[in-house]
């Protein structure tokens, strides 16, 4: 193909020829065509062999007109050209952008396909060996660490929907993802970035930006977020084009962004020359975290059409995003997935997958820690090499998650040793290898420092060396061979260093201060979340943790009692503690916030010491739990709570002991009602056949049997396409007719059979049920309350086919009219407009009760039949009809006037104009200080105590200063709030890194 430019010079030329042509032949006719001019004069044009006679003048004047006529064409010759130039080099711009968007998309395909795991000489192809990970919004009290393994019942746990990723990105376009290290994120944002250049993602962009927030910290700290995302590109693909480009990108919402590890950012990135006391360095830390959360701000308020997802773990969350944030949890892996990733690690029909499954399934700590992806890894590797799991002697380790970490590092380096063979004899040993990146670690770790630069990694480097006796210039290659055998350390561009995660620097770091038995390192450090990590794996490592765990019970506590929180942590890794009597000390502080009396925060104090004692899972625990139960000495919801957690803990025989329960008429129905949903909760499928067996005994409580309904709903829903458990099905449809079952438990049935029905994650329905049901519609015997149950489980099932039988059944008289009211709405609610006809022909019956020509006008409002222009006549007439009932009328034109798209909006509460301008503003930052002051208001009465409760609720959303901690730590003590208020200073506090005191003389103290 020819060049653009190579056109347009033979054009040019070729104009050119046609031109000196045009000008010879015009001087022959101007010849020709004036007798006077010819005269014997001659003249000879060698250009073309022609000889011409004429006079001397006349040959001038010929040539002075032919030269205008030729600047006359020239002009427009050139006018011409110009503007097909224009055109090309207009038309080169627009493809060269789209050009280069697809090479970033492809070499960022390339980056992503390989996912190195550690310990994996060659990468894992990430779109095979992906495991996909559940989200769901947060705020569940499912949320709390009781359950190994989280239900997914029918795409919803703990009553809060589960959604993949993708689901979760399209439906609220901003999100922070939440999840423990090791959880999964940073492969879970690759995925989706990888997905997103592939075009895979529906209805959201093709263009994914991967950016980790760590690296941005620490590379630029002070820059704008948007010029060191473009930075970043022009770095990797460089192109001006590129950067303009993708600025319309941004405006126009095609971009996906993904930003990863905000907790990360929670570092001493920005200090120089910092003072090293702990409060300076804390408010280095702050200082990065605000100014990285201030960029993504920035930058989602320029640009609110961007999808853009935020990871950051749990603990490290300070929240402080704009309100467009959504929170989401990500998930723990389940059994099946983990049967899907050791397939991937160590392919199928591997014996090792069912060897490494059944130690898995053997012990429940195992089990629990499985559930992490990270130490799913580790495990998997462990086991190749070994045939077992580590019992806890490794070096430098002395408990199962240490022990993996330490018996995978040294895997690690006995691979390098053997790779290196006997080519090449080091005095820098695997064990040099790992000393010194203990010394990085610590040296690092001190600093709050997750990314590091080389030149500063090297001064460590060449001084450990120095100190060991290597010459100081092996330092480039002990660098390299520490990054490039196995990732230990992993290199950043440009010229930037860090660990693989941040769990491996907080080992390193652990095993340091193990070694040179400096525990002060640690416990000087506990206030900050910063340290929880590494103090964790201290206390796992050490010969005597009881030391360390004095040392944290022996700082004063805050009101959230944070440090007994810790060491009850410590306790769930099983430290060696040669001190007698401190183990039971802690766990018995921990049962006393369980049972203590009520105090503003108790709640949310009794909440985390129940998880904390779930996490140390002694058999006194859940001995401790049993009878917490059995005596119900506490309040209904902690109730609830220990139920869960002891179902979670429990072995097959505590299982039993449980399902007991359920029908010893001498314990209270309460306690069995939370019995039975800690039992579905928990996805025990071996207790189906006892469940169903309570259900139609009348001499268990009624309110029992409806929470074991529920119960066999969640249990019998399926997880996966196709999968469920057909035993439960047929017995409970033979349960809906059964007249002498109390008609509110099969009430309940009916509602287990509607989750049974359909699986919304998969979008899967069973048409046997729905058959049946149809069929108990029409069947008189059956109670109309369960009949009116089963008819809004048939309209949210969606199945339009089922609509024709719908309306035979809501045309028969002899069928209870609250009945065909529910048939009715259900017709509404599955949505086939084909209906509407037959619809509007029975809203003028009088033969019909008004009450189910009320829910046929809610029907055809659902149906959008109060916006048809075919429909609206139909209405209209009925409205000025005299023989049709006045409330069916009144019903018609309220829907018409709605239009079925205006909502009802709820009774506003009467609290006062400054009330309600408060309320405002409860999502702006800036207006805290208005809201603050409101709620610390002597004359409460002014407010309604649900506003004051919203108010608390935002000032907990938002606070970021001492000031808010000092205003609501001022409320404590309010009996109406101080529950709501505890749990939002607990909020505000982490993110300014402050702790509340009780003060000796009354009051609290802000620290």
């Given at each position: ?111 992503l396909s390989q996912l190195k795991v550690v310990g994996v000489a060659r990468p894992l192809d990430l779109e095979t060996s992906y495991i996909p990970l559940r989200v769901r919004v947060e705020g569940s009290e499912a949320a709390a660490p009781f359950l190994p393994f989280p239900p997914r019942v029918g795409g919803t ?851």
């Amino acid at each position: 193909m020819k060049s653009p430019r190579r056109s347009a010079c033979a054009t040019v030329a070729r104009f050119a020829v046609a031109l000196l042509l045009a000008l010879i032949l015009l001087t022959d006719l101007i010849y020709l065509a004036f007798p006077v001019l010819r005269s014997r004069y001659s003249i000879f044009i060698p250009a073309v062999g022609i000889q011409l006679q004429m006079e001397y003048r006349q040959a001038i004047a010929a040539g002075v007109i032919g030269l205008l006529l030729l600047a006359l064409i020239g002009y427009f010759v050139r006018r011409r050209l110009r503007e097909r130039l224009v055109k090309q080099e207009s038309t080169e711009a627009e493809i060269q952008p789209e050009a280069l968007a697809m090479a970033y998309r492809h070499k960022l395909m390339a980056q992503l396909s390989q996912l190195k795991v550690v310990g994996v000489a060659r990468p894992l192809d990430l779109e095979t060996s992906y495991i996909p990970l559940r989200v769901r919004v947060e705020g569940s009290e499912a949320a709390a660490p009781f359950l190994p393994f989280p239900p997914r019942v029918g795409g919803t746990e703990g009553g809060h929907e589960t959604m993949s990723p993708r689901e979760a990105l399209a439906r609220f376009r901003h999100l922070v993802l939440l999840g423990e290290p090791g959880a999964g994120k940073t492969t879970l944002l690759r995925h989706l970035a990888f997905q997103a250049a592939q075009g895979k993602l529906e209805d959201l962009p093709d263009f994914p930006i991967f950016i980790s927030l760590s690296h941005f910290a620490a590379a630029a700290p002070q820059a704008s977020l948007l010029d060191f995302v473009i930075r970043e590109i022009d770095a990797l693909y460089g192109s001006p084009a590129l950067r303009f480009y993708l600025e319309e990108r941004l405006e126009e919402g095609s971009v996906l962004l993904l930003l990863d590890g905000l907790d990360e950012t929670y570092s001493d990135q920005l200090a120089v020359d910092r003072p090293p006391s702990p409060r300076a360095k804390l408010e280095g830390t702050e200082a990065t975290y605000r100014h990285v959360v201030g960029q993504i701000n920035v930058l989602t308020a320029r640009y609110p059409r961007v999808p853009v997802v935020v990871t950051s773990r749990r603990a490290g969350w300070k929240g402080l995003l704009a309100a467009s944030f959504h929170t989401l949890e990500v998930l723990k892996l389940e059994q099946d997935d983990i049967q899907r990733f050791l397939i991937n690690w160590f392919g199928r029909g591997s014996e090792r997958v069912w060897e490494l499954q059944r130690a898995i399934s053997q012990n429940p700590r195992v089990q629990a820690m499985a559930a992490n992806p990270l130490l799913l890894s580790l495990m998997a590797l462990v086991f190749e090499e070994d045939g077992r799991l580590p019992a806890g002697q490794a070096r430098p380790s002395g408990s199962l998650r240490a022990g993996l970490y330490g018996r995978a590092l040294e895997l690690l380096l006995e691979k390098w040793e053997t790779h290196r063979g006997r080519k090449r004899v080091s005095r820098f040993t695997a064990e040099h290898q790992h000393d010194l990146l203990e010394e990085v670690a610590l040296h690092f770790h001190l600093r709050r420092h997750l990314c590091f630069p080389e030149a500063d990694l090297s001064g460590i480097t060449a001084s450990y060396l120095s100190a060991v006796g290597l010459p100081a210039d092996w330092v480039p290659t002990a660098l390299k061979r520490i990054s490039a055998q196995y990732g230990l350390l992993r290199e950043q561009p440009p010229r930037w260093y860090s660990f693989p995660h941040l769990t491996w620097q907080e080992y390193f770091a652990a095993a340091a201060i193990s070694k040179k038995g400096r525990l002060e390192l640690a416990l000087e450090g506990i206030p900050d979340l910063w340290w929880e990590g590494t103090v964790l794996f201290l206390a796992e490592m050490l010969e005597d943790a009881s030391p360390l765990l004095e040392g944290i019970l022996n700082q004063e506590d805050d009101v959230f009692r944070s440090n007994l929180m810790l060491a009850g942590r410590c306790l769930a890794s099983k430290p060696r503690l040669k001190r007698a009597g401190l183990r039971e000390s802690i766990i018995e502080q921990l049962q006393e916030l369980v049972e203590g009396e009520y105090h503003p925060g108790s709640l949310f104090l009794r909440q985390r010491a129940i998880g904390v004692l779930v996490e140390i899972g002694d058999p006194s625990i859940v001995a401790y739990f049993q009878s917490l139960i059995i005596t119900r000495k506490i309040d209904r919801t902690v109730h609830r709570w220990v139920t869960t957690a002891l179902a979670s803990l429990g072995d097959e025989s505590t299982i039993t002991d449980l399902v007991a329960l359920l029908s010893d008429q001498r314990i209270d129905f309460a306690v069995r009602i939370n019995v039975a949903a800690a039992l579905g909760s928990l996805g025990d499928k071996s207790v189906i056949p006892q469940l169903l067996a309570l259900l139609p005994d009348e001499k268990v409580d009624y309110r029992v049997r409806m929470a074991v309904a529920e119960a066999l709903g969640s249990l019998g829903a399926c997880p996966e396409p196709g999968r469920r458990d057909e035993s439960i099905t047929p017995q409970l449809l033979r349960l809906l007719p059964n007249e002498k079952i109390d008609y509110r438990v099969r009430v309940r049935v009916a509602e287990a059979l509607g989750v049974l029905g359909a699986c919304p994650e998969h979008g899967r329905r069973d048409e046997s049920i729905t058959s049946q049901l149809l069929r108990l519609l029409r069947n008189e015997k059956v109670d109309y309350n369960v009949r009116m149950t089963v008819a809004e489980i048939l309209g949210s099932l969606g199945d339009k086919s089922i609509a024709p039988r719908l309306l035979a059944i809501l045309g028969k008289k002899k069928i209870d009219p609250d009945v065909r009211a529910s048939i009715a709405a259900a017709l509404g609610s599955l949505g086939d407009k084909s209906v509407v006809p037959q619809l509007l022909r029975l809203l003028p019956n009088e033969k019909i009760d008004p009450s189910i020509r009320w829910r046929i006008v809610d029907a055809l409002g659902a149906l959008g039949a109060m916006d048809d222009e075919s429909t609206v006549p139909d209405l209209l007439g009925l409205l000025s009809n005299e023989k049709v009932d006045s409330s069916v009328r009144v019903t018609v034109a309220e829907a018409m006037g709605e239009k079925t798209v205006t909502p009802r909006l709820p009774t506003p509460i009467p609290v006062g104009r400054e009330a309600a301008e408060a309320l405002r503003f409860l999502d702006d930052r800036s207006k805290v200080p208005r809201l603050l002051a409101l709620l610390s208001d002597p004359d409460k009465k002014k407010l309604d105590r649900s506003v004051r409760l919203k108010i608390v609720e935002a000032l907990g959303a938002l606070g970021d200063d001492r000031i808010t901690a000092e205003g609501l730590a001022a409320l404590l003590d309010d009996e109406e709030i101080g529950s709501a208020v505890y749990q939002a200073l607990f909020l505000v506090c982490q993110r300014i890194g402050g702790r509340v005191f009780a003060g000796e003389g009354g009051g609290y103290e802000v620290r």
